[in-house]
């Protein structure tokens, strides 16, 4: 009897010698929150399948939405680890207030800008908005969205801001301008590239230079307070990653190295 008592007890105490030998990532699991762009949507779903492959001891959850309001909930005190803004705007007052990992930040990807319309439609550039038979133009608020910042700035640029101004419809992102162009509830709208791309329902009309408004460049870094930095800084460097950046590529995005 007493020797089956020790190989019971030897047989357990070689069990907790194997589980405490496995990696901490196996007995511990990281869950890293990420605030981004709406328009980063269809990539970084992409990206957490294959990040969870290599890292399965690490879970992301997304909370995507305009830019200005995401800056918003963080400096609210919303449990964020890692930033993702469609312009450095929302960044820069994130790192004013100090509420960034400053050594984190980087220029992650850029975007390029372009007016669309229904498939069907005749607008052909930026001039034909003022056109009597276009009657609804769809750009995302410029108060709170990167996208409908860059659409001001390039409607202004062709001096047409003040004269169409009347039938802007503002929209609360980016993803929704797309949605009333598809629908056909606006004659025309101004969104990114990766946006119109989405999209069958739509055909782009014209690219806005490059000049008519500020760098689209998506910056990223990790908040002051993250729960598990170290992990948060993995996954920002992943994003920079060369596996990360063809998926970006593959949705419309554009390197920042290749611009």
Do not use: W
């Not at 957490?48 to 609210?76: D, H």
């Not at 009597?132 to 995302?140: E, Y």
């Not at 062709?158 to 980016?174: C, E, S």
Request: overall charge positive; proline content about 6%; some cysteine.
């Amino acid at each position: 009897m007493k020797t089956v008592i020790r190989a019971v007890v030897l047989s357990l105490a070689i069990g907790r010698l194997v589980l405490s030998s496995q990696p901490e990532s196996q007995n511990r699991s990281i869950n890293l929150t990420i605030s981004a762009a709406i328009s980063l949507a269809e990539p970084l779903q992409a990206i957490r399948t294959l990040y969870r492959q290599q890292s399965p001891g690490v879970s992301l959850t997304f909370n995507l939405g305009a830019s200005g309001i995401l800056e918003q909930q963080i400096e609210e005190g919303a449990p964020v680890d890692i930033f993702i803004s469609a312009s450095p705007e929302e960044m820069n007052a994130l790192a004013g207030r100090g509420l960034l990992l400053n050594q984190t930040r980087r220029n992650l990807l850029k975007n390029t800008l372009v007016l669309i319309c229904p498939s069907s439609c005749k607008v052909s550039g930026f001039m034909d908005l003022t056109r009597p038979d276009v009657k609804r133009v769809a750009i995302a608020n410029p108060e709170s969205v990167p996208a409908g910042a860059y659409a001001e700035q390039t409607l202004k640029y062709f001096k047409i801001y003040q004269q169409i101004y009347p039938k802007i419809l503002f929209a609360q992102d980016v993803r929704q301008a797309l949605a009333y162009v598809e629908t056909d509830n606006v004659d025309a709208g101004l969104v990114y590239t990766t946006e119109a791309k989405l999209s069958k329902k739509v055909k782009v009309a014209a690219v806005a230079p490059e000049n008519s408004h500020a760098p689209i460049v998506y910056p990223v870094a990790v908040i002051k307070g993250c729960r598990n930095v170290e992990a948060a800084e993995r996954f920002v460097q992943y994003l920079s990653g060369p596996e990360a950046q063809r998926i970006f590529e593959r949705e419309g995005f554009v390197p920042v190295e290749k611009r």
